[in-house]
């Protein structure tokens, strides 16, 4: 069963103190892993996207890297306007059988970033 | 460019109700897929629409219904609302049909609260 799984569920740093999210998932022949970052009333904002193992991407102070069971977004010196819930959601498998943009999302990670 | 836009924004039913929510995608875009968020269940795929077609159906109720149009506007209804279905509802817009290599934007969502 296609499972993914975010922690922690909420995060609480303090201006400038760096940390990392996990997003461990379970997609037999993952696609694509999505990360958005979500503010309150809002829809996802669409941040990366990483389609094989190794690949890292970077956008202002997040990075997100890939690895076959897990992604991580890392925050660098991270601000208060970088307080949101991140989502990680990894794209249906090949396994699937036919083509498809149904993605499995986490449960996500609630960050609070305070001055 | 326009983003992914949903009409309406909010929207007040009672039980028993139905209620129809649009999707406009960004222009060129011929993939709409819809998403329900909830706090306890977190985001859950309804269903996904390519060039008028529906690929892929999440595990809701047949209630649940949607389609799409030759210009990829997409509509969904749900008929008999109960409580449960108090929720946000998003529509994600792509450029093709498949999620590899393929960015998903999505749209600020319908608050629909059931009453």
């Known amino acids: 069963e296609d499972q993914v799984t975010q922690s922690p569920e909420a995060l609480r740093l303090q201006e400038g103190e760096s940390s990392s999210l996990n997003c461990s998932y379970t997609?037999?022949?993952?696609?694509?892993l999505f990360w958005y970052r979500q503010d309150p009333g809002k829809g996802p904002e669409f941040l990366f996207t990483l389609y094989s193992a190794g690949e890292e991407k970077e956008k202002e102070r997040l990075k997100a890297t890939l690895t076959k069971k897990e992604s991580f977004l890392h925050i660098t010196a991270p601000k208060p306007e970088d307080s949101a819930t991140y989502l990680c959601a990894p794209s249906l498998g090949a396994d699937y059988g036919g083509a498809t943009n149904k993605l499995i999302f986490g449960t996500g990670t609630l960050l609070a970033v305070q001055p | 460019k326009a983003g992914v836009t949903q009409t309406p924004r909010y929207l007040i039913k009672t039980r028993g109700q139905q209620v129809t929510l649009s999707c406009s995608p960004i222009s060129g875009h011929r993939s709409v897929s819809w998403y329900q968020q909830t706090p306890g269940q977190g985001l859950q795929f309804l269903f996904e629409?390519?060039?008028?077609?529906?690929?892929n159906k999440g595990n809701f109720p047949g209630r649940f219904s949607g389609r799409q149009f030759s210009n990829s506007r997409s509509e969904m209804n749900v008929s008999t609302l109960e409580l449960g279905d108090s929720a946000l509802y998003l529509c994600?817009?792509?450029?093709?049909?498949?999620?590899?290599?393929?960015?998903?934007?999505f749209g600020p969502g319908t608050r629909l609260t059931v009453l």
């Open positions: 997609v037999s022949g993952l696609r694509g």
């Open positions: 994600a817009s792509s450029l093709t049909g498949q999620s590899s290599y393929n960015e998903q934007f």
């Open positions: 629409y390519f060039s008028e077609t529906q690929r």
